[in-house]
């Protein structure tokens, strides 16, 4: 009779009989079951909860999403006239930047990606420094120590794991710092992004990841980014808690953003938070958004709009009459006015600063060509600029006896 | 080999034979040991000590904090040194094998490597990429290329590469001591070659960006680097059978590069042949004869000649050695300087 290979026990010639040994025990190294975010994102407005929300913090967060969007429409107006080279606009995603900027402490970073221009304003980024990127007179216009706001970074989710070190490295001296890390849905397929969550749940960081998740990246719709059940599930498989949030709803993405820094900030480890939210306006003005996306679907995502969402509820509970709405629509006006004037004037650019910052000593090398430039612009112009870095090529230079 | 590598080391204490390996761990060390700063980070330099043992015993020494065991990712090695470097770190990375670096490129090229420029000086990134480089060890596939042509094509590395015990050493410190980052090319069959140098009294720090004449001559310049530079140290010996005397250039540092010394020496000798494991297409050697030539075109009586490595992917280890620039292919291209027709 035959017996199913499974319980066999072959007799080997000239041998005992093979009998196996039990696998050692396996168990969870985590317990999955607390990390799993909600089926459901987490929402306060139109709940039980929002009538217990602050209204300071509510108002605070009404005043920076006006301010947000208009902000995002100034830059958008900008482009078409020529003044910023490209603009990625966060047009109903201002949610997701106010918030991240406001549960940062002082001593805390902010690692934006190229979308979150509006997230470093809101941090306290001068609004020209911050485009100046985007209007392309240099890649980083700004002191990354001054508002501790690492430089926005173009390439996707490389930003993750600088965030990652940063917040070891803090925690190493001692210092009370938390990371807070965004990136877009489709920065989540990168192989960036799974190194860092990973480095960041093996280290303990006081990290926080903030998916934005605006339904596309360029042209490609999240189904065909991920068959994950959502982003924020990715977190159980690198041992940290995933979480799930409404990313138009201003409260509740402060909400869980605050829970996720307060975690790091205690020691807790990291957080990986997905905002659903939608972006309202094409990737960028060069981007024709018809192409791959119905009406239908910005219209409802229209209706669900961070700043129709939270004045619903302002004005439900009476924190807000035409008169509040009105000196906060006019505060963002008169910042969209500043920042028109300022952009309207060109930037003065030096060339020579091309060769000013590439080592921290010229390299021969680099001495030559600044001489080739300086000529260069001699030429144009008797009175061009000096080189203050300059030095003929420095001690290193070499003439040689060819020309 | 041996004989032709030792240099004069700084000898107050008493002088006995050590490797480039212990010459790369004991910089580390004191690195490590003269600034709280510096950290150690990669795949198995902790408790294993490196799979080549250049960190060996400094997780012991400074604790896992100092010199730490990461998970196995290298573009998270290298973005987490970045991230480390932003807040005041000067880490050190180990990549472990030349082609197990190729998946932190980006992080190289798109951030470490053009931080400081981005922010106008804001935001410089001290960080030493140690990469064990180069064949001739019998390694299997991706354990022997030489990518250093990817590295100096990129603007803001500074590129490194030492063929003696004392520049592994003086090399080292220079390296963690920039406030650059560096890819730190370590040639893995000169890891186990000896010369008299004593740690008690290690050579001094080395700058970055000068070359240095291994062997006077006046016949032709070799010019060379990392593990071609015993190569070529042979070859000079045994060319002087032929009546020829060869000078012999370690570059040490390809970028920055060191036109000075370079074409000093080839305009004293009239003949240069540029030596390296790379493959010759694209690679390093093309730059050098390039800069050789505009500098020094009236001075030479032959083209500059490249002896590399061929133009295919680094072939497997029992074929290696017809790969491998040697004694014999580097001498027959010094005849091909036209010797006899010139004197």
Known sequence: ?403 | MTTAMTTAAGTAAPAKPATMAQALRRALRDAMADDPAVHVLGEDVGTLGGVFRITDGLAAEFGDDRCTDTPLAEAGILGAAVGMAMYGLRPVVEMQFDAFAYPAFEQLFSHVARMRNRTRGAMPLPITVRVPYGGGIGGVEHHSDSSEAYYMATPGLQVVTPATVDDAYGLLRAAIASDDPVVFLEPKRLYWSKADWSPDAPAAVAPLGRAAVRRRGSSATLITYGPSVPVCLEAAEAATAEGWDLEVVDLRSLVPFDDETVCASVRRTGRAVVVHEATGFGGPGGEIAARVTERCFHHLEAPVLRVTGFDIPYPPPMLERHHLPGVDRVLDAVARLQWEAAN
């Open chain 1, 1 to 403: 009779m035959r017996k199913s290979s499974s319980t066999t026990v072959q007799e080997l010639p000239g041998s005992a009989a093979y009998r196996p040994t039990p696998p050692p025990a396996w168990r969870p190294r985590t317990d999955p079951a607390p990390l799993l975010p909600d089926p459901e994102p987490f929402r306060v407005l139109g709940t039980a909860a929002a009538a217990a929300a602050d209204p300071e913090l509510l108002l605070t967060l009404y005043t920076q999403l006006v301010r947000g969007r208009r902000y995002n429409t100034q830059a958008t107006a900008l482009t078409k006239q020529g003044r910023l080279a490209v603009y990625p606009s966060s047009t109903g995603q201002e949610a997701c930047e106010v918030a991240a900027a406001l549960v940062l402490r002082e001593q805390d970073w902010l690692f934006p990606s190229y979308r979150d221009t509006l997230a470093a304003v809101a941090r306290g980024l001068d609004p020209v420094q911050a485009l100046t990127l985007l209007r392309g007179d240099w890649h980083t216009g700004y002191d990354p120590y001054e508002h501790r706001i690492a430089p926005l970074c173009t390439p996707l989710a490389t930003q993750l794991p600088h965030a990652v070190g940063l917040a070891h490295a803090a925690r190493l001296k001692g210092d009370d710092v938390v990371a807070l890390a965004l990136v877009g849905d489709g920065g989540t397929s990168e192989g960036d992004f799974h190194e860092a969550l990973n480095f960041a749940a093996v280290w303990r960081a006081p990290v926080v990841f903030l998916v934005q998740n605006n339904g596309f990246a360029i042209s490609v719709p999240l189904a065909k980014q991920t068959a994950a059940p959502s982003l924020a599930h990715k977190a159980v498989g690198y041992g940290m808690p995933g979480r799930l949030v409404d990313g138009n709803d201003a409260p509740a993405v402060h909400q869980v953003l605050s829970e996720a820094v307060e975690r790091a900030r205690s020691g807790g480890g990291p957080t990986l938070v997905e905002a659903v939210t939608y972006r309202m306006d094409a990737h960028t003005n060069a981007d024709d958004a018809t192409r791959y996306r119905g009406d239908a679907d910005v219209e409802t995502w229209r209706e669900h709009d961070p700043i129709l969402l939270l004045e619903r509820e302002l004005t439900a509970r009476g924190l807000l009459d035409d008169g509040h709405r009105r000196t906060v629509a006019d505060g963002a006006e008169e910042m969209a006015a500043l920042l028109r004037e300022r952009m309207n004037a060109d930037p003065v650019l030096d060339p020579m600063d091309l060769f000013a910052e590439v080592y921290a000593e010229r390299t021969g090398q680099l001495g030559e060509q600044a001489d080739l430039l300086r000529a260069e612009l001699a030429a144009e112009a008797p009175e061009a600029t000096g080189d203050p870095g300059a030095g003929a090529g420095g001690p290193r230079g070499d003439e040689g006896d060819a020309r």
